[in-house]
Nanobody, 113 residues
Framework: QVQLVESGGGLVQPGGSLRLSCRAS????????MAWYRQAPGKQREFVGDITEIGTNYYTDSVKGRFTISRDIDRHTVYLQMNSLKSEDTAVYYC???????WGQGMQVTVSS
């Protein structure tokens, strides 16, 4: 069964770091793109970045240089490492499989002092 289960998230101060994990059951990372999205209060869900089948990345401009998406193929897990966090990064973050149109359950990230 194809499934995405996220973990991580929480409250962090501005300038801090946080890592989200997404365990993807039933998805072969060698043949599938995996992506991260986020949705801030009152806003539409937006693309954050992705990791391709060959391990290359693409990021939206607002997170370039601060966020890193990686994967562990053996652990079937994709990671979103977030550094230098800002208050505007506060959102619910979702792991996504475009091929399966599948979403994780979402993890709240709150950046506040």
């Amino acid at each position: 069964q194809v499934q995405l289960v996220e973990s991580g998230g929480g409250l962090v101060q501005p300038g801090g770091s946080l890592r989200l994990s997404c365990r993807a059951s039933g998805i072969d990372f060698n043949t599938n793109v995996m992506a991260w999205y986020r949705q801030a209060p009152g806003k539409q869900r937006e693309f954050v970045g992705d990791i391709t089948e060959i391990g290359t990345n693409y990021y939206t401009d607002s997170v370039k240089g601060r966020f890193t998406i990686s994967r562990d193929i053996d652990r079937h897990t994709v990671y979103l490492q977030m550094n230098s966090l800002k208050s505007e990064d506060t959102a619910v973050y979702y792991c996504n499989s475009p091929r399966y149109t599948l979403w994780g359950q979402g993890m709240q990230v709150t950046v506040s002092s």
